[in-house]
C-alpha cells in the first residue's frame, strides 16, 4: 500500500531520514523519476528519506502503487505528498504544471529539505548538499547552483530562462521561513518559464550559490570527455533521454554526451530490479516512456519530434542518424545521439 503522507514531519522520521529529498511527477515523467531515485540510493553516501509529490489529478493509482513497489526494491524509506492543483499553475511549453509543486512542497516541509528535479541524474557527491542546507552558520533562505558561464545575468520580465541568475531544477531549503511566492506569482504576468522567473524574483539577491557541478544543464555541454562529471546532471529541454530508442544510445557513450549518464542511471535500475516482482512492469513502463510528452510544433520540440520519427522508423532511423552527422555543429548540445 502506498505510503500517503500530507506532511512528512521530521519526529515522524527515522534518524537518517532526517535529510529529505523532494521531487515531484505525473503520469509522463514517472519512468524519468524511477531511474532519477535509483541514481539518488545508488550515489548516496547515507540514506536519505524521499517524498515524492504530485497532483492528484495527474499521477494515477496505477502509478502510485508501481512507484511505492520500486522505491520498496531499492531500499528507498520514502513517503507521498498528494497536493491540489490549481488554476495558477498552468503548462507553459513543455513544462508541465507538475513544476509548480516545487512552491508547495516548500510550503508544506519547514525543515531543511532538497528539491531535486525528477529529469535529472545524481552521482557521488550529491548529497553534500545536506551539509550546506543543514548549516545554521549559513543565514542564507534558498541554496542554488551557480550558472557557471560567469557572464552577467540580468532578471527582467522579458528574460529568457537561460538569462535568468540561476536555474531551478535544485534547490535547497534551509529550515527558515519561506517567502510569498503567491504574490510573485499574480504579479509575474506573462513571462518565460513563470515558476522560474519567480524563484528568482523571490531569491536572487539573497541566495547562497554552489558550484554549477550541483545542477549542471545539458545544453551547455557537449562532451564529458574533457569535463568532470558532475554530480547533478539536468537534462533541461522537451526532449529526455528516455525518449531516445536504445540503439542509438551507443553513440552517446562512444562521445561521452551527458545523456550517456542517465544510460548508465537506467541499467543500474534495471539490474536492481532485476529477478523481482516489479521488473516486467517497469520493462514494460521504459517502453511506454519512449512516446510520453506532448509534441506541440514549437522550435523547442524539435529534438522530441526528431526522437519520436526514430522511434516509428525502427532500425532505418540509423539512415537519419548518419544523414545528420555533417550537421551536428548546428544542433544543440548534449541532447540527442547526433554527434
Not at 553534500?128 to 527582467?156: C, M, Q, T, W, Y
Not at 540503439?247 to 535500475?269: I, M, Q
Request: aromatic share 10%; hydrophobic share 40%.
Amino acid at each position: 500500500m502506498a505510503k500517503i503522507s500530507v506532511r512528512p514531519d521530521a519526529k515522524d522520521l527515522s534518524p537518517e531520514s532526517t535529510r529529505i529529498v523532494s521531487g515531484a511527477t505525473d503520469d509522463h515523467m514517472v519512468y524519468g523519476l524511477l531511474v532519477w531515485a535509483s541514481s539518488l540510493a545508488e550515489s548516496a553516501s547515507s540514506p536519505f528519506h524521499l517524498v515524492v509529490a504530485f497532483f492528484e489529478e495527474t499521477l494515477s493509482a496505477e502509478n502510485i502503487d508501481l512507484i511505492d513497489a520500486v522505491l520498496d526494491t531499492l531500499g528507498v524509506e520514502h513517503s507521498f505528498l498528494p497536493l491540489t492543483l490549481d488554476d495558477r499553475f498552468q503548462a507553459q511549453g513543455h513544462i508541465s504544471p507538475t513544476t509548480f509543486t516545487k512552491f508547495l512542497i516548500a510550503d508544506e516541509l519547514p525543515q531543511a529539505h532538497l528539491w531535486i528535479d525528477v529529469d535529472t541524474t545524481a552521482t557521488e557527491g550529491w548529497d553534500e548538499l545536506f551539509a550546506v542546507v543543514d548549516n545554521p552558520s549559513l543565514p542564507h533562505d534558498l541554496i542554488v547552483a551557480e550558472r557557471g558561464d560567469k557572464k552577467k545575468h540580468v532578471l527582467s520580465s522579458g528574460s529568457n530562462p537561460s538569462d535568468l541568475p540561476f536555474n531551478a531544477g535544485v534547490l535547497g531549503w534551509p529550515s527558515t521561513p519561506r517567502r510569498d511566492w503567491t504574490s510573485a506569482l499574480a504579479e509575474a504576468g506573462d513571462v518565460p518559464t513563470i515558476e522560474q522567473y519567480v524563484f528568482n524574483v523571490l531569491y536572487s539577491t539573497s541566495c547562497m550559490k554552489v558550484p554549477e557541478s550541483f545542477n549542471t544543464l545539458t545544453y551547455r555541454v557537449d562532451s564529458f570527455a574533457t569535463s568532470p562529471i558532475p554530480k547533478i546532471t539536468h537534462y533541461a529541454g522537451a526532449h529526455k533521454p528516455w525518449h531516445l530508442p536504445r540503439r542509438f544510445a551507443g553513440l552517446c557513450a562512444e562521445h561521452e554526451c551527458p545523456w550517456s549518464l542517465w544510460f548508465v542511471a537506467e541499467r543500474a535500475l534495471m539490474s536492481s530490479l532485476r529477478g523481482t516482482d516489479v521488473s516486467g512492469r517497469v520493462i514494460a513502463l521504459s517502453a511506454k516512456a519512449l512516446s510520453s510528452g506532448v509534441l506541440r510544433f514549437r522550435r523547442d520540440h524539435s529534438g522530441l519530434w526528431l526522437l519520436r520519427l526514430l522511434d516509428v522508423l525502427g532500425p532505418l532511423g540509423w539512415g537519419i542518424v548518419h544523414a545528420a552527422k555533417p550537421f551536428s555543429r548546428w544542433i544543440p548540445r548534449g541532447t540527442h545521439p547526433l554527434h
